[in-house]
Structure formats: structure tokens, C-alpha cells
């Protein structure tokens, strides 16, 4: 059964940093492709990042380019999401999820990052 | 970027009523890339329907997906007390980098 474990939200100030971490189990993590999406309270899904299975490969949203960088390590069956210079607006539930043909297949149930001083 | 918009906002129907909820997109999307998620409050989306028209695994075949071009079509035959949800559709387009889209979401309430 494919599991998905998000970790490491937390509440920083505005211009802080967090990593997140996503745990992935059943399934041969190496041969897919990861992503992050993340949902502000009350705002639509928004897609934040994505990572191919060898890593090799990321692309960022614009809305997070430059501050965010998605990679994996697949020895570990673990993607991240380093987010530097938050902002209010990056407030959200981040979500990791597993991609196949540009659709999310599986997603674990997310990780709370509050931003505020 | 292409943008999706859903509607209606909100739809209010009973259980056994057939639910229609419209995603339309201001370009052209390639039918393998259009997908609807459900999700319940407090929990994370699941994927109902991808290719525009395939049910994912474990997916009631009241649920039913359609369209093409700019226009997709989500159907629930015969509500049952645990559609009641919000649902989005997204969309994904590879040009010169890989991009994905969702809809604002329709809430499904009795």
C-alpha cells in the first residue's frame, strides 16, 4: 500500500526557513516522479514543486522560484522541500503527492506551515 | 499558464440526485491531462478521475468523466451521502516546463 508522511511544518516568522520531508513506503520510489502542493485555509490547491525520480530534474512554481527547492534522496525513500524567506502567503498545508502523466496519484495528508511573528 | 474555472461553486443536491460540475479552461487542454479530485474536510484530495475519463483505482462507477478541448464534465450518477465534498479539476501542460493547474473547487453540499 502506497504511504505518503509529511513532516516538519511548523510556525517560523516572516524571512524564516523550514524543511519539510515526505516518507514515502510501498512502492519503488526510485521510478517516480514527486511533487508539492500546498492549500492556504480556504484558497484552492496550488501546485508548488516537482521532482523527477532520479532527481536530476525539479521545477518550481513561480510564485516560490528562488526561495523553495524541492530534491530527494532516494536511498532514504524521502523527498524535501527547503522553503527559505517565507512569507504570509506561504502559509498552508503542503502536501506531498506521487505524479504519474501529469496527474497526483497519492497524496499523504500534509503538514501545517503558519507564518507570523 | 492555462487557468481553470469550475462551476458552479457551489451545487446543492440529495442523496440519490445526479451531480454535473463543469471545469472549463481559458487554452486548450490535452485531454491526458485533465484530472478531478475529491476532497472531505480535514483530509487530503484523492483522485477520482484522470485522462479526462479514466476512474482511478477504487473509484464507484457512479462517478463518470468527460469532455475535451477547453470543456470537462465530472458526473455523479447517484449521489450517495459520502460525495458530499469539494471537488477540483487540474490540469497539467509540458511546454517549456512542466506546470500544473487546479480549479477553485465545487462544493458539493446537501
Known amino acids: 500500500e502506497v504511504h505518503l508522511l509529511e513532516s516538519g511544518g511548523d510556525l517560523v516568522q516572516p524571512g524564516g526557513s523550514l524543511k519539510l520531508s515526505c516518507a514515502a513506503s510501498g512502492f519503488t520510489f526510485i521510478s517516480y516522479t514527486m511533487s508539492w502542493i500546498r492549500q492556504a485555509p480556504g484558497k484552492r490547491l496550488e501546485w508548488v514543486a516537482v521532482?523527477?525520480?532520479?532527481?536530476?530534474?525539479?521545477y518550481h512554481a513561480d510564485s516560490v522560484k528562488g526561495r523553495f527547492i524541492i530534491y530527494r534522496d532516494n536511498s532514504a525513500n524521502t523527498v524535501y522541500l527547503h522553503t527559505s524567506s517565507l512569507r504570509a502567503d506561504d502559509a498552508a498545508v503542503y502536501y506531498c503527492?506521487?505524479?504519474?502523466?501529469?496527474?497526483?496519484?497519492?497524496w499523504g495528508r500534509g503538514t501545517l506551515v503558519s507564518v507570523s511573528s | 499558464e492555462i487557468v481553470l474555472t469550475q462551476s458552479p461553486g457551489t451545487l446543492s443536491l440529495s442523496p440519490g440526485e445526479r451531480a454535473t460540475l463543469s471545469c472549463r479552461a481559458s487554452q486548450s487542454v490535452r485531454t491526458n491531462y485533465l484530472a478531478w479530485y475529491q476532497q472531505k474536510v480535514g483530509q487530503p484530495p484523492r483522485l477520482l478521475i484522470y485522462a479526462a475519463s479514466i476512474r482511478a483505482t477504487g473509484i464507484p462507477d457512479r462517478f463518470s468523466g468527460s469532455g475535451s478541448g477547453t470543456d470537462f464534465t465530472l458526473t455523479i450518477s447517484r449521489l450517495e451521502p459520502e460525495d458530499f465534498a469539494v471537488y477540483y479539476c487540474q490540469q497539467f501542460g509540458d511546454g517549456n516546463s512542466p506546470r500544473y493547474s487546479f480549479g477553485q473547487g465545487t462544493n458539493l453540499e446537501i
Open positions: 503527492a506521487r505524479v504519474l502523466n501529469g496527474h497526483f496519484e497519492y
Open positions: 521532482i523527477s525520480g532520479s532527481g536530476d530534474t525539479t
